[in-house]
């Protein structure tokens, strides 16, 4: 384990380097929070497809095979549908928008009234997202080192807020560029047709495993439309995504490149539940399904390249963290601190360097906060699922809804926030947090009351819908600091 031990010291020291010299880079708020908005399409579809897929895309994925067979894709697979419809139908228009949180949006479409609540359950959902990617390293570091459980999420969570920290988005940008060819590299082109092989090619495995193993629709029609629901939707409105987008160079980096990183997504999602599917033919008592890749990484891959796909999965949970970590930081600042205080205007675009130091405060305590949550939670899944069940049923509505439809208003915009948030907490209640009625109804709830709503109340003012299609088309943003960069 020497070698393997040595490769993974190695890519960590490397991802605190980075840290480093992020630092010497974000000199300004744009540069801190969104890399200066300089990325060009190689970093940008590398570093988009290396946030979405996470922990939960890497273990969960090849956990889901190993319970499901192939059709254990889908929900990563769904999580590429929602990158390419977001990069398809809305990057373009997002990315020129010049902004750094959803909520800045939302105030710019309905005149400055939704920030605030609307910052609330953005900021709970990047915190739980952040907290479940930090539990994940527990299960890493224990096949690495015996580590127990808390001292696994110390350790990892540190790293992450360390680099985190010091250089804000750059510092991401580029360990993120690095865990993206950490990943294809280890579980693509390594643990893949390892795995294959191992297990006696597809043939064998067909041979040896129940035929629903192969259906493509095994996990159930109803699984799929929820994955659909919660996944595809939450990639078109979360925080996490939306500030990678605004790092794109231009519209078209931003809808290209989003692209290549969602198709990129639908590769990953088959080969995981491929992975997965061969290790139910080599161990088909497991105790968990979740320790599936875990299991058929320490038995079955040679000393070095153990290391390698342990370094990608480590890869797989620091890019989701990081990238969840400061969403939340951003969102807590701008979007929630300033905004009480009075002291923030919507897409301003100021860049002193004191926003820089208050931004790279935030992301420490949301670090330290989420590191202390994930060592006294233990329920992932749960987690998680409340996290996206408030994300969908409080904000797609809105967002959506902003983007799509002239007649929407301020006053449905909170209200759909304030009733689809009350609803999907009040359903979990009351059905439980893992059922699948909470996003249904609470969904529909929240488009009923923003319709209904308004068209109860009066119309958008004219000067806030042509200020808005004027920064939908790339004009009226205040023209940021930083020179122009080709990445």
Aim: proline share 2%; net charge positive; glycine share 12%.
């Amino acid at each position: 384990m020497a070698v393997d031990y040595t490769v993974i010291v190695v890519y960590l020291a490397g991802m605190l380097a980075m840290g480093w010299w992020g630092m010497r880079r974000a000199k300004s708020k744009s540069e801190f929070l969104v890399a200066g908005r300089r990325l060009g399409p190689w970093m940008y579809s590398g570093t988009m497809a290396a946030i979405v897929l996470g922990g939960a895309s890497t273990i969960g994925g090849v956990g889901l095979g190993y319970q499901y067979g192939l059709s254990g894709a889908w929900m990563v697979f769904t999580i590429g549908l929602g990158l390419l419809a977001l990069s398809v139908f809305f990057s373009a228009r997002i990315a020129r928008l010049k902004v750094y949180t959803v909520s800045e949006m939302l105030d710019l479409r309905y005149g400055g009234r939704a920030g605030v609540i609307s910052g609330v359950v953005m900021w709970a959902y990047t915190l739980m997202l952040a907290v479940t990617s930090t539990i994940a390293y527990a299960t890493i570091f224990d096949v690495l080192f015996d580590l127990n459980r808390t001292l696994a999420i110390v350790l990892g969570g540190s790293i992450v807020v360390a680099y985190s920290t010091l250089g804000g988005m750059w510092s991401i940008t580029l360990t993120d560029m690095v865990q993206f060819v950490v990943k294809t590299i280890g579980v693509l082109l390594l643990l893949l047709p390892i795995a294959v092989v191992k297990a006696g090619g597809f043939g064998e495995m067909k041979a040896k495993l129940p035929t629903e193993y192969f259906d493509p629709l095994g996990v159930g029609g109803e699984t799929i439309f929820t994955y659909v629901l919660i996944y595809t939707f939450g990639m078109l409105i979360g925080q996490d995504i939306w500030q990678r987008v605004f790092t794109a160079r231009s519209d078209r980096v931003a809808r290209y490149g989003g692209t290549v990183a969602g198709t990129y997504c639908l590769v990953y999602a088959i080969a995981g539940a491929v992975i997965g599917t061969a290790a139910k033919v080599m161990y088909p008592k497991l105790p968990s399904a979740d320790a599936a890749f875990a299991t058929i990484v320490k038995d079955e891959l040679p000393v070095g390249v153990r290391g390698l796909v342990l370094a990608a999965a480590l890869a797989a949970v620091m890019s989701t963290s990081s990238g969840a970590l400061i969403a939340c930081a951003t969102v807590a600042n701008n979007d929630i601190w300033s905004r009480l205080r009075g002291v923030v205007k919507a897409g301003s675009g100021e860049e002193a360097h004191d926003e820089v130091k208050g931004n790279r405060a935030f992301i420490l305590a949301m670090g330290v906060a989420v590191i202390l949550i994930a060592i006294a939670l233990n329920d992932v899944v749960e987690a998680l699922t409340v996290a996206y069940n408030l994300l969908v049923g409080g904000l797609l509505v809105p967002i959506l809804g902003g983007l799509l439809w002239r007649r929407g208003t301020a006053a449905g915009a909170l209200a759909a926030v304030v009733a689809g948030g009350l609803s999907v907490i009040g359903l979990m209640w009351g059905y439980g947090i893992l059922a699948n009625e909470p996003v249904y109804y609470g969904l529909l709830i929240s488009l009923a009351v923003y319709v209904a709503v308004s068209l109860a109340t009066r119309p958008t003012d004219a000067a806030v819908l042509a200020a808005w299609r004027e920064r939908l088309a790339g004009r009226g943003a205040e023209p940021e600091a930083d020179v122009p960069v080709t990445v």
